[in-house]
């Protein structure tokens, strides 16, 4: 009997493995042993130990991303197998998980990949890194600027038995929606939507004060990319950022890729939410990681330039063309802020938010998604990736 439980724990002790980095939130050398899907131990350890300079920190959680790497997850030629590709790329970026984003379209485009992403979902290789999905749309503004990319001929006001018909494609997989406060019938359609489990984001809207209000007190909890999906002239006293922005019960998601937004707004809406409500978003398209240029994608033409992607006619943009790890650096560097709480924006305050309750921290016990990365020029560059104590991507 003792000669099988030494044999039991000298299994565990191969299975095991063990991380020794910087820990991102205070600098110091630590030992983190990981054993199946679990973080078993954090050791403090002498920093002599450390072959380089890198850390160690949770993984990234990006709540709207809309493709990656060629793949669209809102196109015509969504697959299980392309998926997977846009997941492992993610993966190289540092991205542990992730809420694949479907935008304004044709309903039925839309229940048919939903459809797909939930098969995906059900992936061994994958379906961890996948705790849900985001509906950008169709119940947004139709007023050109607030609408951004999204085509006019698919917006329309909530339909509650509509958004069923879609959650259902999607196998109860939508935990996000992004709608505007204003539209008939949304007031009502966020109590469902909140009562149905699915967090509300107020986005690509031009609502008052009092519309944001009542949208709040339904239940609405978040502003999606605040300060984009906004016309580009407004009411300098009357507008939909400032009741956002000052309300202390939404939590506002930001692109701070360095071309979104100004290095300025990030700092305001930085300093007026905070730390604690603020979350990181790449709202990346499907050219994120591809060579610049023009590609046609549907009706429309896109350029693609080497920091973010355009609507050349409209002359607006149109998405984003980094990873979320691009803006953890970005943020630190316009805000000042430490890298600690840049990772907080990016992991930890997303997870607490969608109760994502085993990630976002490093703590025994807690899953081991985990990134080990330097910093080089303010920018992090990933090492190697684990998703439940996996290895999924290493440089080397």
Known sequence: MLVLLLSHIKLAE?????IKALLYSDGGAVSVAISGEKIVGIERIDAAQLDSKTYVAPGLIDVQING???VDFSGPDLTVDRVRKATKALWKAGVTSYYPTIITSDIERIKKNFAILAEARKDPEIGRSIPGFHLEGP???PIKGFRGAHLEKYIKNPDWEEFQAIQKAAENGIKLITLAPELEGAIPFIGKCVDS???????HHNGSASDVQKAVDAGAIMATHLGNGCANEINRHHNPIWPQLSNDAITA???????HLTKEEVRSFYKAKGVEKT???SDALDLAGLPPG???RGERTLLLTPDVVKLPKENVLAGAASPISKCVGVVMDYTQCSLKEGIQMASTNPAALFKLQDLGEIQQGKRADLIVFTMENKQIRIKKTYVSGQLVYSEN
Do not use: H, K, P, Q
């Open 294 to 296: 023009e590609y046609t």
């Open 279 to 281: 979350i990181l978003v």
């Open 68 to 70: 990656y790497m060629g």
């Open 139 to 141: 119940y947004i503004s």
């Open 253 to 259: 998601s930001i692109i701070a890729d360095g071309f």
């Open 197 to 203: 489990g699915v967090i509300v984001s107020l986005g």
């Open 14 to 18: 191969e299975r095991a493995e063990t």
